[in-house]
């Protein structure tokens, strides 16, 4: 089969997956009836890191639907970003620079945004293979309606399971080498897709 059509492919499969994450964070949510609206704390400046090749590919995707200005606009938004994050972690600090992604509060690559982005806020629990499973208590805002009792943390693992099996399909479909992904968004989007 073609690369381009097996790469399409992997698309279509995290695009779903992405759907199917998005529904069960909303029910989590609503269980507790937690929503984003008014906090203070806008998530898009925590130091977040992305570890497989099929969402980085994704994700670039999603620029391309913007203008060649927009896109050399989050280039060098991004190179900022990188900027400040080096500058904060040379001094043992946690890094807290917007994501070159966010246009006035709002996602610029909304359908093709990371997991991290869909999933973070809720409790949840991870189960890593022949391990014990790990539990976090979701950002204090959840945390702070989970006490009430209503409070059900969603299961991760199968997600993670999924997505780690798109990603071993894409990376079947790169013609070099295929080493372990640890970078932020602006780091990917200043490298360029993975080939
Ligand atoms: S990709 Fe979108 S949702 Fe994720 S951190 Fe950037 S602006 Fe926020």
């Known amino acids: 089969m073609q690369r381009s059509r097996r790469r399409k492919q992997c698309f279509a499969r995290l695009a779903d997956l992405y759907s199917r994450m998005d529904a069960a964070y909303q029910a989590a949510a609503d269980r507790v009836q937690f929503t984003c609206a008014d906090c203070a704390h806008n998530c898009c400046v925590s130091h977040f890191q992305h570890h497989t090749m099929v969402e980085w590919a994704y994700f670039l995707e999603?620029?391309?639907g913007h203008s060649p200005e927009a896109q050399a606009q989050f280039l060098a938004l991004a190179q900022a970003n990188l900027t400040e994050v080096q500058?904060?972690?040379a001094l043992g600090e946690t890094p807290q620079a917007m994501c070159p992604m966010n246009q006035a509060g709002l996602c610029g690559i909304y359908a093709h945004r990371f997991m991290i982005c869909r999933l973070h806020g809720v409790?949840?629990?991870i189960t890593p293979p022949g391990r014990e499973t790990h539990a976090f208590p979701g950002c204090?805002?959840?945390?702070?309606l989970a006490m009430t009792g209503a409070g059900d943390p969603m299961d991760r693992t199968p997600f993670y399971q999924e997505l780690a099996a798109v990603d071993r399909?894409?990376?079947?479909?790169?013609?070099?080498p295929r080493p372990k992904v640890d970078l932020t968004l602006s780091e990917m989007l200043?490298?360029?897709p993975p080939r």
């Open 62 to 64: 999603g620029i391309k």
């Open 140 to 144: 204090p805002r959840y945390e702070a």
């Open 123 to 125: 409790a949840h629990v």
């Open 190 to 192: 200043l490298l360029g």
């Open 87 to 89: 500058r904060a972690l």
């Open 169 to 176: 399909a894409f990376r079947e479909t790169l013609a070099g």
